[in-house]
């Protein structure tokens, strides 16, 4: 059932990727002003780069585990759990090196990466239940 799919379109995998990549742009003009109205420049920079800290993050993962699924299915769940367990790590030291400083942006930069992942989440819910499923039937 899935050869036919990937057969009749190549791009299935990243389909979604261009709406996501929208929304979440629009978050990031959103809680850079959100930011600059409650707590000026560090907070606006603060925002924003939370929001780009998921953007890269769930991009990331989309186009690794596309590719890792178009050269063999069963290549998904390692390079899944290899590249969660990497970025993961990663955002603990940067969040952990930013907080040393002292910066006033990083409460912002926490709701930013909190906003995103919502608004990724949720878009991503929406457009495999409103635009995906009704492509399929």
């Known amino acids: 059932m899935r050869e036919p799919v990937?057969?009749?379109?190549r791009r299935w995998r990243l389909r979604?990727?261009?709406v996501l990549l929208a929304a979440s742009g629009l978050l990031t003009a959103v809680a850079a002003?959100?930011?600059?109205v409650t707590g000026g420049t560090d907070a606006a920079l603060g925002a924003a780069a939370g929001v780009g800290?998921?953007?890269?993050?769930?991009?990331?993962?989309?186009v690794v585990l596309a590719w890792a699924d178009s050269v063999n299915p069963q290549l998904v769940l390692p390079?899944?759990?290899?590249l969660y367990a990497a970025k993961f790590t990663l955002l603990g030291v940067v969040m952990v090196a930013?907080?040393?400083t002292g910066w006033a942006g990083l409460i912002?930069?926490?709701?930013?990466?909190?906003a995103g992942v919502v608004v990724w989440t949720g878009v991503h819910i929406w457009?495999?239940?409103a635009v995906h499923a009704h492509g399929t039937r």
């Open 98 to 100: 930013v907080a040393s």
């Open 33 to 36: 002003l959100l930011g600059a």
């Open 6 to 9: 990937a057969a009749a379109d």
């Open 53 to 62: 800290v998921t953007v890269a993050s769930y991009t990331l993962t989309t």
């Open 108 to 114: 912002p930069l926490c709701l930013g990466i909190a």
């Open 79 to 82: 390079f899944g759990l290899g």
């Open 127 to 129: 457009w495999l239940t």
């Open 16 to 18: 979604h990727l261009p």
